[in-house]
């Protein structure tokens, strides 16, 4: 089963961020909080991923909390391409362990 | 660089004949995956291969789906016969090389193989 928790879908005006909370309260010390998104008949595609530190790249901002029961992912000027599933995977970084994902936030970008 | 293929893209079958589904992943990948995706869900892992061993098949129905990873590369899963229940999207991924996320075990997915069970 999923270890995360998210709102299952979201609207978002084009040109504003958008933030995607997750749930994860009972991750654990050695778990990495991932985000992949799949937009429309297509596979999944990796965004970001963190530990306790607040993280950035090129795609989005994730946001994890101190007691790292909860993030958010941030996605700084939505654009319509953004409209897409979200899912917030908790995983460690050992050996090649699965994601398990859950049902996502179904995030939409209106014109 | 290349991305993961995937064919055939759809497949409509009647239920209990068989059908089979085709994955190249990315060159130099050791660890290729596959995942069923039921509409409005999440994909679900159905096995793991580590070169061209299994590292993890305790999702898969063996019953009636089987996969194998000969050489290594390429990989077939295989359900026979099919259920209507298995209409889905079979989702192939791969990892093996650092990609932007830093790490080996980053997954790369392709387009999948739509399937629908009459």
């Known amino acids: 089963d999923a270890k995360t928790t998210q709102p299952p879908s979201m609207d978002c005006a084009e040109g504003r961020a958008a933030n995607l909370p997750c749930n994860h309260s009972?991750?654990?010390?050695?778990?990495?909080v991932y985000w992949y998104r799949q937009i429309h008949s297509q596979g999944p595609q990796y965004i970001i991923h963190?530990?306790?530190n607040n993280e950035t790249n090129e795609m989005a901002s994730l946001i994890i909390t101190e007691d790292r029961k909860s993030s958010t992912l941030i996605l700084p000027h939505a654009t319509l391409r953004d409209t897409a599933v979200y899912y917030c995977?908790?995983?460690?970084?050992?050996?090649?362990?699965?994601?398990?994902f859950g049902t996502g936030t179904r995030l939409t970008i209106i014109p | 660089e290349a991305g993961v293929a995937q064919s055939p893209r759809y497949k409509i079958i009647e239920k209990r004949q068989s059908v089979a589904f085709w994955c190249n992943p990315i060159?130099?990948?050791?660890?290729l995956y596959w995942y069923q995706q039921i509409l409005g869900q999440g994909p679900k892992l159905l096995i793991q291969?580590?070169?061209?061993?299994?590292?993890?098949d305790s999702q898969l129905p063996k019953d009636r789906f089987s996969a194998e990873r000969l050489k290594g590369v390429d990989s077939t899963l295989k359900i026979q016969p099919a259920k209507l229940e298995d209409s889905a999207v079979y989702l192939c991924?791969?990892?093996?090389?650092?990609?932007?996320?830093?790490?080996?075990?980053?997954?790369?997915f392709g387009p999948g193989t739509r399937l629908t069970v009459l």
């Open positions: 991924a791969s990892s093996g090389r650092v990609g932007r996320s830093g790490t080996y075990n980053e997954q790369f």
């Open positions: 009972t991750i654990s010390g050695n778990e990495y």
């Open positions: 963190g530990l306790k």
């Open positions: 995977i908790v995983r460690s970084n050992f050996g090649n362990e699965k994601l398990t």
């Open positions: 060159s130099g990948h050791a660890t």
């Open positions: 291969f580590q070169n061209n061993g299994v590292v993890d």
